[in-house]
């Protein structure tokens, strides 16, 4: 774990309307990543932002984007989202039927390559992949909306992930994504976490900027 955790505010929850102003104020906070959540409307009930919203946020930011895809067939669109901006992106093991295949095409179109996993996917799909992936990305919400409650059991889920990690000496980075606020975050580091996520506790604060330097300070 890192000594302060990686911060990755979630634009889903940002004001579209303004984008560049939330955006810049992501570039002046304490904050390490942009995470940037793509719903396709069949893998989730819902869909998000897709690729020209990508671009827009890739030209005014200074952080790196942090793409999560939540969709189906995620092969046929990586290398569009890379053109987009994309510096991570992760895919779903419960749609990669060749997970190996699918970040090993992530890593050749230069990104960081992660795997998200659903709250009632067990770490075992994930066993053979650790030392492949530079970030798993535990959801600790069921994907598809923004503001929703965090789900305890994930404490549990993230003790094991570190065990299992530190055991075969991997390097991925632990990122939860999902219900994630001031009020969980130290707890979530002591279980083992090394990045946050974090829509709708940043985005609803009056002061976000601080919001993000409360979570840094978890
Ligand atoms: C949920 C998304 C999350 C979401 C988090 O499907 O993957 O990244 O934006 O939002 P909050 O922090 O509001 O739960
Ligand atoms: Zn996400």
């Not at 793409?67 to 990586?78: N, S, W, Y």
């Not at 770490?123 to 598809?144: A, K």
């Amino acid at each position: 774990m890192p000594s302060s955790p990686l911060i990755a505010p979630s634009v889903l929850a940002a004001d579209f309307g303004n984008l560049q102003r939330d955006v810049e104020m992501i570039n002046r906070s304490q904050a390490d990543w942009v995470h940037v959540d793509i719903m396709d409307g069949t893998f989730v009930p819902n869909f998000s932002l897709g690729i020209p919203i990508v671009q827009a946020i890739r030209k005014h930011t200074t952080k790196p984007l942090d793409v999560h895809l939540m969709i189906m067939t995620p092969e046929h669109h990586v290398e569009a989202f890379r053109n987009a901006g994309a510096d991570r992106i992760a895919v779903h093991v419960e749609v990669c039927a060749n997970l190996h295949r699918n970040i090993q095409q992530i890593k050749s179109l230069g990104c960081a390559a992660g795997v998200a996993i659903n709250p009632h996917t067990s770490l075992i799909t994930l066993e053979n992949i650790l030392m492949d992936v530079d970030h798993i990305c535990v959801m600790s919400v069921n994907p598809g909306f923004g503001a929703q409650s965090f789900i305890p059991h994930t404490y549990a889920k993230v003790r094991q992930l570190r065990s299992m990690i530190d055991a075969m000496g991997s390097a991925a980075l632990i990122e939860i994504d999902g219900g994630v606020s001031q009020k969980n975050a130290a707890a979530l580091l002591e279980a083992g976490a090394d990045v946050l996520v974090a829509g709708n506790s940043v985005f609803s604060s009056a002061d976000p900027e601080k919001a993000i330097r409360e979570l840094k300070a978890s």
